[in-house]
């Protein structure tokens, strides 16, 4: 079989070679460096005792273990972990879901403006958001708590509302899902085939019971499957408990593991704790994204493939058109224009005091929190890291998927439908864990601390949402259209080259786009892995808030949303002359 | 010119059973023939033609395109499509919607080695576009074009490079009917002014008549009947390469002789055989368009294979009519440009040489593995 084909009688001959990939073999490797590895990583650190790296030598111990799960504060820490990721999915859902639907199957005015709409606070930091929220809700000098204190005479000078509670942390993580999901959920909305519905209707069956007989049951599970999804991204949310956690008091995983991988001057290293922890959460992401999956699977058995532009018949609103656009604008006033505009205000400030009356006197207006910014430090170092790692992993993430989408779809395989399963993995794996897992792999490695450490981090975080957006892409794309150019005499890569990635072009750029602003705007990974050498504009603007000087990153944070929104919009531009060419 | 050898795929997709999109497939195409692959919907046609472009590997046999061989299961040998040198048409002709039209015709000729020159290149797809009536139409982007046009800037891209062998997968599918009758004679007098060998899979028998030098009937991934347009149409081999052409009586009998049939009809003489026994059940193949009509006319000398019959109903087709003749309780179709009174008695002759006899049953079976 193996022995040597009589080729040299036939000089222009290849050997057959359907079963060597060494593009996919080089693409499962890169894989399982970004995903598996960090995690044996994990596993490793866990078991070893204090001052022990994951590979040093030396003894294994199940102490860390014994330390995390006993701990006093072990209890507090998964019945408030459960209790934000639960609740925050509780209310978001139904919200997302009503938008949604307003969206794609009503009259409402605007809706066609609800993309643009959605993408803007979807690319705001979460962080920004939270110190709005603190600035307006802060129990003492919160604006809405000063205001309302006035209006209703009370002068306990404290209250009504404190943003520093559970349900401060629930309620604007609530806001911060709520744009995502919306979009996960018009997409389980248009997946459904309205003839399905339409059919109802015709056969006599009231809107009311239509929904109720075919809409609700054909789309639960799409909605549960976003739901789940969803919880296992509120085990993962570092920044909004760290902005908010340590003054309420309450402390998540993700925010234990953060604060136990601080180093402090009296112990040494102890990876093993926030390890330990690390393994809890990704239990708990595995788990989710089983019940994930499984649901998953079902939807598809329902999904039905409608017509090219079929759209279902619009539902009338009447008169509550205007009460569903309120509360779409009422949403985006609290998601984005309130918290925005008072870190506007606080960032002219010299002193933060509220934007009250009574302390007009007291407001010092200054230029200096942005003068300061155009020094060299924020400039010329960290703004310019945060551009540089955005900038790559953005490129790095969608040329990796695009090529993993079209090995996927063009060459399936064994070896292809690995590649499919680890390049998803990251959907099991709270972000927080994943850099982690890292940081135990690379810390005491040259490479730790450099931007290029980040940069991988954030491909492995983009690599399953990347995936999914080029694998769809892909399949959209005839096959014949490739086949024409190798027939023409073009060879795989010219042929991957020419015709599949510049066709891809559009929903590459959108793909790019998207991990761009969201790298951008990301704090957990540079809270989690970046050090001296590689400081982003995320950790100077929290340094800055630990420090107490709110003006300061509130300044930075205006920038850094300023520069998200030109993103944006420049680039939702190109990508529509690109389609439209 | 194409030489396909015992050539076989099969796919599997993970827990569903095997398919054998091809089983034991020859095929020789000379050199200049138009030759045309015909075949039910998923019969291979596309997959065979695929296997020849390079763009599938078939899992056993041979194919050899001008005496090099190209792809060989046993010798180990596989060509890579861009270096087997074909022109090839796609079924959604796959015109590449970033390019304009000069880019989409261009691109096989940059791929030529040595180099061609980029006036020899614009003067080439000049040349490609007049053959195909598109002279000018360079710089237009394709997006926008029609149907017909796509088709043949398609049909332009393949011939660019001047290929010996041309491949088409129902290339005219996507027209309508009038635009197709057109693009036909377009293609076949092209094929035969530039002298190319063309592979050409269709599922419409008229287009296949029309175009083929020689035609292969598949069925399920086997070849039933290669040959002309009249040897499967006056002399199917197999029932189902019958049925293909055209409406056929099927009338089911027992050999009384060697050349005799007992039918429902009455008793049919039919061309000699030697391999079937007397008393064997067979099933009788009689085209309407060989059914004759002969007015009652009284004192006429019975023929062989004469019956009387009457003219149960009667569809009106406009350039020919078919008439139901009851024969013995069977309804025969008649196809005639006469017309005869519905209701009336008539007599009815069929050519011993027009009656094709098979065995009973074979209609229905599945064609077994090993291709004859
Ligand atoms: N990539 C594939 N994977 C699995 N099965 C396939 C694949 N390609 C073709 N087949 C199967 O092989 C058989 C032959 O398919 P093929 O496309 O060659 O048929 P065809 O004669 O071209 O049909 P049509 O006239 O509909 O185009 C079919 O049963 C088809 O389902
Ligand atoms: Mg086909």
Not at chain 1, 263 to 292: R, T
Not at chain 2, 51 to 56: I, Q, S
Not at chain 2, 126 to 150: I, N
Request: glycine residues 8%; hydrophobic residues 50%.
């Amino acid at each position: 079989m193996g022995s040597t084909p009589g080729a040299h009688s036939q000089p222009a001959l290849f050997r057959l070679r359907q079963f060597r990939q060494p593009g996919a073999l080089s693409v499962l490797a890169v894989l399982v460096v970004l995903v598996i590895v960090p995690l044996f990583f994990m596993v490793l650190a866990s078991f070893r005792p204090e001052g022990l790296l994951p590979l040093d030598p030396g003894p294994f111990t199940v102490s860390p273990y014994l330390e995390a799960f006993t701990g006093a504060d072990f209890r507090p820490i998964i019945r408030d972990t459960l209790l934000y990721a639960g609740l925050g999915v509780l209310f978001a859902l139904p919200i997302a879901f009503v938008f949604a639907f307003l969206t794609e199957r009503t009259d409402m005015p605007l809706r066609n403006s609800m993309y643009v709409l959605m993408f803007v606070p979807m690319s705001t930091p979460v962080f920004a958001t939270a110190l709005g929220w603190v600035l307006l809700l802060g129990p003492r000098g919160g604006t809405v708590n000063v205001y309302l204190r006035a209006l209703f005479g009370i002068d306990s000078g404290e209250g009504p509302f404190n943003i520093f509670s559970m349900t401060g942390l629930v309620f604007v993580h609530v806001l911060g899902i709520i744009p995502t999901m919306w979009l996960f959920l018009t997409a389980v909305l248009r997946q459904m085939d309205p003839a399905l519905e339409e059919a109802a209707l015709a056969s006599g069956a009231s809107r009311w019971q239509v929904l109720r007989t075919v809409t609700a049951p054909l789309m639960r599970p799409g909605v549960a499957a976003v739901g789940i999804y969803f919880f296992v991204t509120g085990l993962e949310s570092l920044e909004l408990p760290l902005a908010l956690g340590p003054t309420a008091g309450i402390e998540l995983l993700s925010t234990k593991i953060f604060f136990s991988l601080l180093p402090s001057a009296d112990l040494g290293v102890n990876y093993g704790i926030p390890a330990a922890f690390g393994m809890l959460g990704l239990a708990m992401g595995v788990l989710g994204s089983l019940i994930y999956i499984r649901l998953v699977r079902q939807t598809s058995q329902f999904a039905v493939i409608t017509g090219k532009g079929y759209r279902p018949r619009l539902i009338a609103l009447g008169r509550w058109k205007y009460v569903a656009l309120g509360a779409v604008a009422l949403f985006i006033l609290m998601k984005v224009v309130l918290p925005f505009a008072i870190l506007l205000y606080a960032s002219f400030l010299r002193f933060y005091v509220p934007p009250v009356l009574e302390f007009a006197a007291d407001m010092r207006w200054t230029l200096l929190h942005y003068t300061r910014l155009l020094d060299y430090r924020f400039f010329g170092s960290y703004f310019v890291n945060t551009l540089i790692v955005a900038v790559e992993a953005a490129t790095l993430t969608m040329l990796l998927v695009s090529f993993i989408g079209w090995l996927v779809v063009r060459r399936p395989s064994k070896l292809t439908d690995l590649i499919n399963v680890v390049a998803f993995m990251p959907l099991a794996i709270p972000g927080v864990i994943s850099t982690l897992a890292l940081f135990l792999m690379f810390v005491g490695t040259p490479l730790y601390g450099t931007l290029i450490l980040l940069t991988l981090a954030f491909v492995a975080r983009y690599l399953a949402f990347g995936t999914r957006l080029m694998h769809s892409a892909m399949l959209q794309l005839h096959q014949e259209l490739e086949e024409a150019s190798q027939a023409s005499g073009a060879n795989n890569l010219q042929t991957f080259i020419r015709i599949t990635l510049r066709l891809l072009i559009p929903a590459f750029l959108s793909g790019w786009l998207w991990v761009l602003v969201h790298a951008a705007k990301d704090f957990s990974v540079a809270l989690l892995l970046a050090s001296a050498g590689s400081v982003l504009v995320a950790n100077i603007v929290y340094e800055a808030f630990i420090g107490g000087h709110f003006n300061e990153s509130a300044a930075m944070l205006v920038v850094l949303i300023t520069f998200n929104l030109i993103f944006v919009v420049a680039g939702r531009k190109v990508i529509g002359q690109s389609i439209a060419q | 010119m194409i030489e396909i050898r015992g050539l076989g795929k099969d796919f599997q997709r993970a827990g569903e059973s095997v398919v054998h999109a091809l089983r034991t497939v020859d095929v020789t195409v000379e050199r200049g023939e138009f030759f045309v692959l015909l075949g039910p919907s998923g019969s291979g046609k596309t997959t065979l033609l695929r296997c020849v472009a390079g763009l599938a590997v078939p899992d056993r046999g041979e194919i050899v395109l001008d005496g090099v061989t190209v792809y060989s299961g046993d010798k180990r040998i596989l060509v890579p499509p861009e270096r087997r040198g074909l022109g090839m048409v796609f079924q959604s002709y796959a015109i590449w919607p970033h390019m304009t039209i000069l880019e989409n015709v261009a691109l096989p000729l940059t791929q030529k080695r040595p180099r061609l020159g980029k006036a020899e290149i614009r003067e080439r797809v000049a040349r490609a576009l007049a053959l195909v009536g598109l002279e000018g139409m360079e710089g237009r982007p394709t997006p926008l074009l029609s149907g017909g046009q796509q088709q043949r800037v398609a049909l332009a891209r393949s011939l660019a490079t001047e290929p010996v062998v041309l491949l088409m997968d129902e290339p005219l599918s996507n027209l309508d009917a009038r635009l197709r009758e057109e693009v036909r004679k377009e293609i076949r007098s092209l094929a035969a002014r530039l002298d190319i060998t063309t592979l050409y899979v269709t599922h419409d028998q008229v287009e296949a008549m029309e175009l083929a030098d020689r035609i292969a009937v598949m069925h399920e991934g086997d070849i039933l009947q290669q040959g002309s347009p009249e040897e499967l149409y006056c002399r199917p081999e197999d029932p189902r390469v019958a049925q293909f052409f055209g409406s056929t009586n099927w009338i089911d009998g027992r050999m009384r002789d060697k050349d005799a049939v007992e039918t429902a009809v009455g008793c049919l003489a039919v061309p000699d055989s030697d391999t079937r026994a007397i008393g064997d059940a067979v099933v009788v193949a009689v085209r309407p368009e060989d059914v004759e009509l002969i007015p009652d006319a009284p004192g006429a000398v019975p023929e062989e294979n004469y019956f009387r019959g009457r003219v149960v109903s009667n569809v009106f087709l406009g350039d020919h009519r078919v008439y139901t003749i009851e024969v013995g309780g069977f309804p025969l179709l008649a196809r005639t440009l006469a017309s005869v009174l519905v209701g009336g008695d008539i007599s009815v002759r069929i050519p011993r040489e027009r009656v094709c006899v098979f065995r009973a049953g074979s209609r229905n079976e599945i064609p077994s593995a090993a291709g004859s």
